[in-house]
């Protein structure tokens, strides 16, 4: 007997439907105790009043994130979420310090609607150089003239809705001393060209910290050691000179 054979499926031409979009992932925030900034001050070397100046105007907070506390950077939009564990350790799952949450637009700058009111903007990569910059800021006396924008990473270019907000301000860019980041520089300042009333950088070459090392971002240079201090005493104390430009009369 000849072995039966199943029918062959018929198969239909069925309609492509589109993805479902995921939603954006939003934590639990809370404002940090006097503990958490002491410990972030402790693991970035940023002042308490600095960090402070952070929580103040809504970028700083804490939570609670794949089981571990953490601090987190956001802005009134919460477009994006950047997150660090508290304990300075890599996430488990990302390998990575940097933890950008579950759907944040990570492209989007934080900070940049609230840099309405400021004449100036300190353009930074990564959340650790976006929280120095309020410290660099405090001890020049200029806190109330800068706005710290953070770019989560150098390879992100500064979306189309977010560029009108940089019209007219004064843009200093701080990148890392490394390739990815004088990329970057480069890219946003082409961006900002005709926006923004001034754009420049800061170049960190022959800058070393307390323990020898060549600084390479704005974070570490708040270590800077102070024979290199001394000897660029002008380059240092210049790192928010831009935001007096056009201020005194």
């Not at 589109?18 to 972030?40: N, R, V």
């Not at 304990?87 to 759907?103: C, R, V």
């Amino acid at each position: 007997m000849a072995e039966q054979l199943a029918p062959t499926p018929s198969f239909e031409r069925r309609e492509r439907l589109p993805e479902e979009k995921k939603e954006q992932f939003h934590p639990s925030l809370s404002k940090p105790t006097g503990e958490d900034l002491d410990a972030i001050s402790n693991l970035r070397a940023i002042s308490v009043k600095a960090l402070q100046i952070a929580v103040d105007r809504g970028f700083l907070y804490m939570a609670r994130l794949k089981g571990e506390r953490a601090f987190v950077i956001t802005d009134k939009s919460r477009r994006n979420y950047l997150a660090r564990r508290l304990d300075g350790q890599k996430w488990e799952h990302t390998s990575s310090k940097a933890y950008t949450l579950p759907e944040s637009q990570a492209r989007w700058p934080i900070g940049i609607e609230e840099a309405e009111p400021f004449p100036a903007i300190a353009l930074c990569e990564g959340g650790p150089d976006f929280l120095a910059a309020f410290g660099h800021a405090l001890a020049s006396s200029v806190e109330n003239l800068v706005a710290p924008v953070c770019m989560a990473a150098a390879s992100y270019r500064i979306p189309s809705d977010a560029l009108p907000f940089f019209k007219g301000k004064r843009v200093r860019i701080f990148v890392h001393d490394d390739r990815a980041g004088c990329d970057a520089g480069e890219r946003w300042a082409a961006q900002l060209d005709d926006l923004a009333s001034e754009v420049d950088g800061f170049s960190f070459s022959g800058l070393t910290d307390i323990e020898g090392s060549s600084i390479g971002d704005l974070n570490q240079l708040l270590k800077v050691d102070c024979d290199c201090w001394e000897a660029n005493r002008e380059t240092i104390e210049g790192v928010m000179s831009f935001a007096l430009e056009g201020e005194q009369q």
